[in-house]
């Protein structure tokens, strides 16, 4: 097995990702993403990401009620580090194709190259009409958009003056200059068909949720093909919450106390930002058990089982790696890096 890349998604929203009262709940605030980022550094992570997010799903948890802004945070954890990868997350709906542009730049300069572009299209309307900045678009059109944008900030990394007459977007003799030096990396998550074009296309990272590891060797096998298919290479990862323990037993009563706690509320609230009925989404949450307070999904046990796990996943979904969540990011972290990431690089070099 090749070598693979794990990193992390910091808790940028209040809560990080558990929707449970019982469950440890991480600050929203620079001061605590910044010791996870240098954690991260320390144990020898490859990347930190983190999500944009603008509204939360309330609840007794008041669920990412709290938030920080991707670009301005990320920056600043460029300066803290020196060698994990910086993605930040934008939104093609809410940036400016030129704004974002110069933004990546400055940010490519900050980090010594190590910048990485997660863009997103915005799923969510309620996060965005808030703002009246909500194109009722279908999932096809919203990639058509991201696709003019993307193409936009491409050639605004590349081309002195740039002019643009597009069905979304409009430049009028524009510049952006400096251009990086080396371009920003580009991160896409997606899972649909549109999506996985849309990665295959212009990502270097595709970040991919399925409902089962052979659905998401499936999905992952598409984006590597589409991108041979255009002379490209794109790494296929996705997402995993390490809930561990010195034992699997430990490990499962973590789980269960945290499910006692499930935020019902928060988590009807965010079923119906996915497009549920707001009544169907109710009876959904008032019927789940404790497990639906993950909200990604997770492994549970030692670092044997842990380990065993990981190496599962991106195995048979044939992935490049993964991005991590942890329930807390000080001591859950450090144990990883401890006990479980040392036998990883082992068995992946």
């Known amino acids: 097995m090749s070598t693979k890349e794990y990193g992390i998604f910091l808790p940028i929203g209040s809560g990080g990702w558990m929707l449970s009262t019982t469950a440890p709940h991480p600050e929203a605030t620079y001061a605590y993403n910044k010791r996870a980022a240098l954690h991260a550094e320390t144990i020898g992570l490859d990347f930190i990401m983190t999500m944009a997010k603008w509204r939360g799903f309330g609840g007794s948890t008041d669920h990412w009620g709290e938030s920080l802004e991707s670009m301005t945070m990320m920056s600043a954890l460029a300066e803290a580090t020196e060698r994990v990868k910086i993605w930040a997350t934008v939104h093609a709906n809410v940036h400016h194709p030129g704004v974002a542009a110069k933004m990546f730049t400055t940010l490519q300069?900050?980090?010594?190259?190590?910048?990485?572009?997660?863009?997103?299209?915005?799923?969510?309307?309620?996060?965005?009409?808030?703002?009246?900045?909500?194109?009722?678009?279908?999932?096809?059109?919203?990639?058509?958009?991201?696709?003019?944008?993307?193409?936009?900030?491409?050639?605004?990394?590349?081309?002195?003056?740039?002019?643009?007459?597009?069905?979304?977007?409009?430049?009028?003799?524009?510049?952006?200059?400096?251009?990086?030096?080396?371009?920003?990396?580009?991160?896409?998550?997606?899972?649909?068909?549109?999506g996985r074009a849309f990665q295959a296309t212009y990502a270097d990272g595709a970040f991919l949720s399925a409902n089962t590891l052979e659905e998401m060797r499936d999905f992952s096998r598409d984006v590597h093909r589409k991108a041979a298919d255009a002379g490209r290479d794109v790494k296929t990862y996705s997402m995993l919450m390490i809930v561990q323990d010195e034992t699997d037993a430990g490990a499962a009563e973590k789980v269960r106390q945290w499910g006692v706690g499930l935020d019902r509320e928060a988590l009807a609230a965010m079923q119906a930002s996915w497009g549920f009925p707001p009544e169907r989404a109710r009876a959904w949450a008032e019927g789940a058990n404790g497990e639906a307070a993950f909200q990604s999904p997770y492994v549970s046990g030692s670092t044997a089982t842990v380990v065993e796990h990981i190496r599962q996943i991106v195995g048979e979904a044939e992935l490049d790696g993964l991005m991590l969540i942890f329930p807390e990011y000080d001591e859950d972290i450090l144990r990883f890096g401890e006990t479980v990431l040392p036998e990883l690089r082992k068995l992946d070099g």
């Open 109 to 194: 300069q900050i980090s010594g190259g190590r910048a990485g572009m997660n863009i997103v299209n915005g799923a969510y309307a309620a996060e965005f009409t808030q703002f009246g900045l909500w194109n009722d678009l279908s999932k096809e059109d919203r990639y058509r958009m991201t696709a003019e944008w993307t193409d936009a900030v491409l050639r605004l990394w590349s081309e002195d003056v740039v002019t643009l007459d597009g069905e979304f977007y409009t430049l009028t003799g524009a510049e952006s200059r400096p251009h990086p030096a080396v371009r920003p990396t580009i991160i896409s998550a997606g899972q649909s068909p549109a």
